[in-house]
């Protein structure tokens, strides 16, 4: 990649195939290191702070998350699937960024009252207004770090947010261990921000030029506005049930809520961020050849599946134990809580991967369209499920997720293109079987064992993988799926 031209795309096939299998390896160890340091953080400060304190930084997460979405416009993913972007026109995108982020910015500063007066919570005024300069870092952030990606520098990438989350860690302990109670949440989220700001742009060989809108830059707006509506979408799906509770539950509630949805979501997230970022970019310079896009996506489809599915299984169905070892007896309240979120999560490999099918193939505007539907049946789920309380919420939501809304984006993005649902039907039979028995197992395991948390918990554990690779492995598909799994370590190892 030349250093003068970082918008340069020129690998030939076997040198994507290379740098693909090398950036998944390491991005699945800085997402390992990222889990390992995102949940000791949590254990720690679920010691140190109690479940009113999150509550209150997680009535205005989705505030800022709202505005951060809306400043970001879609531009990353516009600049990772363009294969023909020129320097005018990411410069133009960035001041687009930039200027949306500093106009939302000062917004979310003088909107600070209204979020206070939403929660009857005075404390979040303030808490609105510490955090909203991480709006205009996003922003700023969006260009170099879409570059990287563009370019399948994944380590880079890595290197950039494993040592952006553990200096935001270091701090964010440091401050509660000192007394700073929920302001040690803020200082985590703003170090951890401001570093992956400050080495994006050092890693980052591109600056921007002067202000200006260049040729060619409409369609990528275009382009980005589609993406931006979707994820507005989805956002609003995967946060309006933060809202609802805070506003009808109250702090408390909201404190074990969210603490049950960071403890399910966080390792999810730690999982697919890496594959669609390795996807997006590949299948991009796939679009051409449909035979290697289907088995490429098939492929990561399956990978992501198996590696999450039997830990979220085998954590849901032990939930009261693991609660119990990890937060201490005053978080045991949220266990029916992390169960329904924890079984909601098996499909979301699934639903992240329609995200892949449709950005790569152009498909913004139709990805767009299913986005808004999905996010509107999320929160009717979110609002029914909120009349049984919280545990409904988590319970009406996750069913919602798992056989309306995931289905639903299945359909439509394997409607057209090189993917059919024929395709991914058969390509998950061999892991819903293994799934089902790793399942029965767990649920032995919890029902009947003896002894402490932490023996329970390594049983279920250990068992759910044990029999999800067993009875994958007795199935033609699954041991095609361990054969192909075996040849990327290989050639990993030789690429190395």
Known sequence: MSRADPLQLSLDGASMRRRTVNGASVTAAAQAIRFCLQMGTQLVLARLLDPAQFGLIAMVAPVLGLVIAISECGFGQAIVQRSDLTHPQLSSLFWISAGMGGALTLLAVLCAPLVAAFYAEPRTQWVTVALAGLI???SVTLVPMALLNRQMRFTVLAAIEVTGIFLGVASGIASAWMGAGYWALVIMQTVNCATVTTLAWACCHWRPGRPAMAPGVGALIRFGAHILGSNLATYLSTSADQVIVGAVNGKVALGLYDRSYNLVVKPLMQLMAPASRVAVP???RLQDAPERYGRAYLMMLQLTTALCVPGLL????????????LLGPKWLAMAPVFFWISLGGVVSALS?????LFTTQSRSAEQMRFSVIVAVISVMAFGLGSLWGVVGVARVSALSFMFVQT?????AATRRGPVTLGMVLRALLPLT????????????????????????LAATFTLAYAVFLLVLVL??????????????????????
């Open 475 to 496: 199935q033609p598909a699954g041991r095609q799926l361990v054969s192909n799994a075996r040849a990327m370590l290989v050639e990993r190892k030789a690429a190395a």
């Open 282 to 284: 590949l299948l991009s």
């Open 407 to 411: 289905p639903l984006l299945v359909l």
């Open 314 to 325: 085998a954590a849901g169905i032990a939930a009261e134990p693991l609660i119990l070892l």
């Open 136 to 138: 205009l870092l996003s």
């Open 433 to 456: 079987a293994a799934g089902l028995a790793a399942a029965a197992v767990a649920v032995g395991v919890v029902r009947y064992a003896v002894g402490p948390p932490w023996l329970v």
């Open 352 to 356: 992240a991967s329609t995200y892949w």
